[in-house]
């Protein structure tokens, strides 16, 4: 009998009132739970926003099969309130060596590489994003910004902590141009297809 595979549902979101509500970050955040309920996965969620305890999140993330953080892009970066989240449990992990021992390398095997000491191997991790940014701002070298980048090069900063961990990276979402054209309805409605593609389910 297959065990029941767990999700992990992170949502960074920060309240700005006025100005950033968090509606359309809790709506990815809560079509991503319906589409794994559905799917007979255990569902655990973290908004950060609303705190959270460190040993607890270790714990979430030492049960998960699957983590999927949602999160605005806020000054070409999640929230700082996730890198708080991220130092704080992380370290923690690292500390009690749950999460990796030290970075990989090893005096006795000089082949090892940095980044080679996690222990949570057969894990996925997943961004969500929503941008103010169009989706033309990337991949094109002759866009000024962002200079040919991808998204998956924009996220390195969030996804390689879970590299390191020994976490795959699947493909990112994300929800364009919010406030200047783009199709939030379809972003939407196209979502539970994208989960279901880059997780097999």
């Known amino acids: 009998m297959n065990k029941t595979q767990t999700v992990l549902l992170i949502n960074t979101h920060l309240t700005y ?3 950033s509500e968090g509606l359309l970050n809790a709506s990815f955040h809560q079509k991503a739970k319906d589409f ?3 799917a007979n996965f255990k569902v655990l969620e973290t908004k950060v ?3 959270y305890n460190i040993d607890e999140e270790v714990e979430k993330h030492l049960q998960a099969d699957i983590i999927i953080l949602q ?3 806020n000054w070409f970066g999640a ?3 996730y890198k708080k989240y991220v130092d704080e449990v992380f370290s923690s992990a690292g500390t009690s060596k749950k999460f990796l021992e030290d970075d990989g390398r090893s005096r006795k095997d000089l082949t090892r590489q940095y980044g080679t000491g996690g222990y949570l191997q057969g894990k996925k991790f997943m ?3 929503t941008w103010n940014a169009p989706k033309e701002s990337f991949e094109d070298p002759n866009q000024i910004l962002f ?3 991808s998204t998956a090069d924009f996220f390195i900063p969030i996804t390689s902590n879970y590299r390191f961990c020994g976490v795959d990276i699947v493909a990112d979402y994300n929800c364009f141009d919010i406030y200047k054209g783009g199709d939030i309805v379809r972003d939407l409605e196209n979502y539970p297809s994208h989960l279901k593609k880059v997780f097999g389910i």
């Open 17 to 19: 009132p006025t100005f």
């Open 49 to 51: 926003e609303e705190a």
């Open 127 to 129: 961004v969500s994003a």
């Open 36 to 38: 794994f309920e559905n």
């Open 147 to 149: 200079q040919g980048r």
């Open 71 to 73: 999160t605005p892009i």
């Open 79 to 81: 929230p700082w309130i």
